[in-house]
């Protein structure tokens, strides 16, 4: 009964940009951190961005900085992950996750089933 859904993804031209959206059902995700994973298929799965509870951020991979935003809206018991300037290596399958620390310590307790990013010409 609890669960993270991924949604926005898509096939993007490199530039271009997508906003993913990570909706809570079954629990308030207002305790919880908010943690964004890619993976592509055959390779390691790949931290990039985690917001705290308190809305603090960390930044896991440095090949987004500058270009992705994280945040949180709980009125609306979602995350977003804001995609802007997007490469061809940015292509990956997306997955949120809640953190049940709610300080982006690393104990992702849900997992969303994922969203694929494709970004090519």
């Known amino acids: 009964q609890l669960q993270l859904v991924e949604s926005g993804g898509g096939l993007v031209q490199p530039g271009g940009s997508l906003r993913l959206s990570c909706a809570a059902s079954?629990?308030?995700?207002?305790?919880?951190?908010i943690g964004w994973f890619r993976q592509v298929p055959g390779k390691e799965r790949e931290a990039v961005l985690c917001?705290?509870?308190?809305?603090?951020?960390?930044n896991f991979a440095d090949s987004v900085t500058g270009r992705f935003t994280i945040s949180r809206e709980n009125a609306k018991n979602t995350g977003y992950l804001q995609m802007n300037s997007l490469k061809p290596e940015d292509t990956a399958i997306y997955y949120c996750a809640a953190e049940v620390t709610g300080t982006c310590w690393g104990m992702y307790e849900y997992w969303g089933q994922g969203t694929q990013v494709t970004v090519s010409s």
């Open positions: 917001i705290s509870s308190s809305g603090n951020i960390k």
């Open positions: 079954g629990f308030t995700l207002d305790h919880y951190a």
